[in-house]
């Protein structure tokens, strides 16, 4: 048996009175003017409605929708016991996301929270189309929360906060637009882990930076005994190059400090100058002039 597949038809937006009012609607109204007019003046103060520069007010009368949609602002007429409306604030509005406990792509589970903020853009929509725009956007903040988060890993929400927080401000301003709503901004507050994972972090994380600090330490090692071993073949060329340095040692001990230093004289300065002093003239015999 075969079934018809019927096409998917969008759900009407409505946007003014689409309906001819009926009979007894009409009469309804006009002895609501009737009424206005035989209380006047004191109906008057009934009448009207004040409505802020930040403000909208959509009308229905009799559960239609008014022509012209949206009224406002300024001093806004009304129909005594006919009419109703509702305000609309234009201005952008905040909200908290409370935390959403998460298992990330790596299984790991956190708690994220995030503000998110938003205004209503086209009041008939935010008042026709759905029944709480700020509740639903609310649910729906936090269900999208949980979605983007869920496919991200550990290291990704620590260290992309602001590309995951744009993402988050896509996909929820694509999904409140049929509502009149703007996504303007959603900030992710905090990224909570567990205490044990805390914990296992901070191991690894120590463990990195001692495992550092030793390589470091071991290459200033090798550096300082390549230094030392071209040095050494530097003095083996010359003995006279190692007494130097230790003349040139003191020296710097003896500028740091005041102190006096008593060393011994070493004795291979008086090997070397012996043959000299043996044969100066001071030191020949009488008899090897004779």
């Not at 949609?69 to 305000?87: A, H, N, Q, S, T």
């Not at 929509?125 to 550990?154: C, F, M, P, Y």
């Not at 590309?163 to 905090?190: F, N, Q």
Request: charged share 20%; aromatic share 6%; with cysteine.
């Amino acid at each position: 048996m075969n079934r018809e597949i019927l096409p998917n038809v969008p759900k009407p937006h409505i946007r003014s009175t689409d309906t001819t009012p009926i009979c007894s609607e009409k009469t309804i109204v006009f002895l609501s003017i009737i009424i206005l007019i035989i209380t006047f003046p004191l109906s008057i103060w009934f009448c009207f409605v004040t409505v802020a520069h930040f403000q909208r007010i959509v009308i229905f009368r009799l559960g239609r929708l008014r022509k012209g949609g949206v009224r406002g602002p300024g001093l806004v007429f009304l129909l005594p016991c006919v009419d109703e409306y509702i305000k609309v604030d234009l201005r952008t509005q905040s909200f908290d996301v409370p935390p959403q406990e998460v298992l990330t792509r790596d299984s790991v589970t956190i708690q994220v929270d995030a503000v998110v903020y938003y205004s209503i853009r086209n009041p008939l929509d935010s008042v026709i189309q759905i029944r709480n725009v700020h509740e639903s956007t609310k649910l729906l903040a936090q269900t999208t929360l949980r979605n983007v988060v869920g496919t991200k890993n550990l290291m990704e929400l620590l260290s992309a906060k602001e590309s995951m927080s744009r993402t988050i401000g896509v996909i929820l301003d694509e999904a409140t637009d049929p509502w009149g709503v703007k996504v303007e901004r959603v900030e992710i507050k905090d990224v909570r882990l567990p205490i044990a994972m805390q914990r296992a972090m901070a191991a690894e994380a120590e463990a990195l930076r001692e495992a550092k600090a030793k390589i470091v330490a071991a290459e200033g090692e090798l550096s300082a005994s390549k230094a030392l071993k071209e040095a050494s073949d530097v003095m083996s060329t010359n003995p006279i190059t190692l007494q130097l340095r230790y003349l040139q040692t003191l020296s710097n001990i003896s500028s740091e400090h005041n102190s006096t230093i008593i060393f011994p004289f070493p004795i291979d300065l008086l090997s070397l100058s012996g043959p000299a002093i043996n044969n100066s003239p001071a030191t020949q015999s009488p008899a090897s002039n004779l």
